[in-house]
């Protein structure tokens, strides 16, 4: 799955320099968020301090050279937020855009690879056409969230981590005690902890996910010899089928159910942790109103970044099942070409 794209002549280039364009674009657009959490501060305490001029200026203003400021990334720019959505916005998209296209070509990349091994393998293999098809297609769509995200999530947390632990270095907790860079410590422990819990809940569901497509398979392929063969369309046969297909979808359910009311609780929880933790020292007026705020956008980034695997542990657990199928159809190719 990563040979025939990164370590074939055909895309070898393109894989790797197309994947150094990704990772430019995605730190590039990391940075910008820095440049956002300083203009949340100043915005802010705009409102705090009733400034009406200066808060329409970091609404709706541009200014040519604190743009070109912006985009040069110089320190001390505080652009406006208009200034932001203008760099921001094409950037974005573009990185969604040409990421589609990267793993589609990686997914081109290994259906190839596959089709010339199923083409001379004398291999019989059961739902070899799912694995070329569906599998591949489902490994380059998932892939392509779960890479952009996580990497982006590996940068956020380098670019932000500094910030939030300046930002908290010198903030009372409670009853004026100073920790310092104690929500670094807070988010850090939330994400361990939730985590584990998040891997102790649904530990079951890759084996669960696994075996659904394997009940699927043998009703689909039923199903496909019932267009041709009228007595493949027994219901007595098709029947027992769905009702496996039927068991393994209630288990499914039930464990993710039970594992949505964690994750729901965890993201109300993790969301609103900051603002109760700095809300004393806020109405003591030990904080202004733009020091909270830009904590806040802080630390939901942190926090963000490090449970990025409890956000995405749904998809995770269906690309492992996809990652089983395929390297599963790889071993029988594999054995059928030592056999030969």
Do not use: C, H
Not at 92 to 109: D, K, L
Not at 136 to 159: D, I, P, R, Y
Not at 292 to 314: C, H, K, P
């Amino acid at each position: 799955m990563l040979k025939s794209f990164f370590a074939t002549r055909d895309s070898f280039v393109y894989a790797w320099l197309m994947l150094g364009v990704l990772l430019t674009v995605a730190w590039y657009n990391v940075e910008i968020l820095v440049f956002y959490n300083t203009w949340n501060k100043e915005f802010y305490d705009t409102i705090q301090s009733l400034q009406e001029d200066r808060f329409w200026e970091l609404f709706w203003g541009f200014d040519i050279v604190r743009f070109k400021d912006l985009i040069l990334l110089k320190d001390g720019t505080i652009p406006s937020f208009v200034e932001i959505i203008i760099l921001y916005t094409p950037l974005a998209t573009y990185s969604i855009w040409q990421t589609q296209r990267y793993t589609f070509r990686w997914r081109e990349a290994n259906t190839k690879y596959y089709l010339r091994r199923w083409e001379v393998s004398a291999a019989k293999i059961e739902g070899g056409s799912q694995r070329l098809q569906e599998d591949l297609m489902l490994f380059g769509k998932t892939l392509q969230s779960l890479f952009t995200g996580f990497f982006s999530a590996v940068l956020v947390l380098v670019a932000f981590l500094p910030i939030l632990w300046n930002l908290s270095e010198g903030l009372p907790v409670w009853n004026g005690q100073i920790i310092p860079g104690f929500l670094v410590w807070v988010a850090l422990a939330i994400s361990v902890g939730g985590t584990f819990i998040s891997f102790v809940i649904g530990y079951k569901l890759p084996g669960l996910e696994y075996k659904n497509q394997v009940v699927e398979a043998k009703f689909r392929k039923q199903l496909v010899y019932s267009e041709d063969d009228y007595a493949a369309r027994a219901t007595a046969d098709l029947f027992p089928m769905f009702a496996s297909v039927k068991r393994n979808y209630y288990r499914l359910f039930n464990w993710y159910m039970g594992f949505g009311v964690w994750q729901t609780v965890f993201g109300f929880m993790a969301g609103n942790l900051a603002i109760v933790v700095l809300a004393p020292s806020y109405f003591q007026q030990l904080i202004t109103l733009g020091v909270l705020f830009q904590v806040i956008n802080a630390f939901g980034r942190v926090e963000g970044s490090m449970t990025y695997f409890i956000d995405r542990w749904t998809t995770i657990v269906e690309f492992q099942s996809v990652v089983r199928r395929i390297r599963e159809f790889d071993r029988a190719l594999t054995d059928a070409e030592i056999r030969t």
